[in-house]
């Protein structure tokens, strides 16, 4: 049975947020969730290689809580990823504006960061991604910056926890902004690969790069980039350990050439 944040994708995907659909995410929770009012943010406390090494604890839990332990995993390059449509154990007790139960109001971000001064500062591209990430579940919600929480401001009793590692109140700040309109541009997908120019493919567009695309996963070569097609080049970045973010940018490209000049 899915579970009800199945907005998640696509508020995200509007926010020109990168997300990669962990298989099996519309069904997982510990159960239904309740009204959601606001996000509760994390880092992960993992390790410091790689873009999301703790993706397999955020879904499966520890020897010591069951996951899922958040509905969203952060990777350090910006990509979401979309672990869980349902209730996820990522808050414990805690009190944030009169609000106690924190795994059923609020929606749990997880971004992969070591909270230690060896992992500062944290990718531009990912602190970016947290804010627009988050105001985008915030104005689909109806909520304001307000509703954002640090993990560690959130838990009780206070100084249990420490994440996320950065000033919260200027995180907060920055999400305003977006949500008000007078944020400064910044594009969280490069919109041309640098080496020739070709331009990054996504859903929604139609041009002759997404029928060569389409030939390469042996698909109906229409030039529409659809549901079927990012759902097949998903498959294909996952087969070859790329981000599957359903995005034609530079790794996928750089893949694709190769494929395409062995045939």
């Not at 952060?74 to 805690?94: K, P, S, V």
């Not at 009169?98 to 944290?122: C, K, M, Q, Y």
């Not at 401001?153 to 995180?171: H, Q, V, Y």
């Not at 690969?193 to 139609?206: A, F, I, K, Q």
Request: hydrophobic residues 35%.
């Amino acid at each position: 049975m899915a579970f009800s944040l199945l907005w998640l994708s696509e508020v995200l995907n509007k926010a020109g947020c990168k997300t990669a659909l962990v298989p099996g995410w519309e069904e997982r929770g510990t159960r239904e969730i309740g009204k959601i009012v606001g996000v509760i943010c994390h880092h992960t406390a993992g390790s410091k290689t790689g873009n999301m090494p703790t993706l397999h604890t955020l879904i499966h839990g520890r020897s010591d809580l069951p996951g899922p332990l958040s509905q969203l995993g952060l990777g350090r390059d910006g990509t979401y990823y979309i672990i869980a449509a349902g209730r996820c154990n990522h808050a414990g007790e805690g009190n944030w504006k009169g609000f106690v139960n924190g795994n059923s109001n609020f929606i749990g971000i997880e971004a992969e960061n070591t909270g230690r001064a060896d992992d500062l500062p944290w990718p531009d591209v990912q602190l970016e991604a947290y804010r627009r990430g988050v105001a985008a579940i915030l104005q689909h919600i109806g909520g304001s910056e307000q509703m954002c929480a640090g993990h560690k401001e959130f838990r009780l009793p206070k100084g249990t926890k420490n994440d996320p590692s950065f000033d919260m109140d200027a995180f907060r700040n920055a999400v305003g902004d977006i949500l008000n309109g007078v944020a400064p541009a910044f594009s969280l997908i490069p919109a041309r690969e640098p080496s020739n120019g070709r331009v990054t493919l996504r859903r929604g567009m139609t041009n002759e790069l997404v029928k060569l695309v389409q030939s390469k996963l042996r698909l109906q070569e229409d030039g529409i980039f659809g549901a079927g097609t990012e759902a097949a080049l998903r498959t294909f970045q996952r087969r070859h350990l790329l981000v599957p973010d359903g995005i034609v940018g530079p790794k996928t490209w750089l893949i694709l050439d190769k494929e395409l000049d062995s045939v």
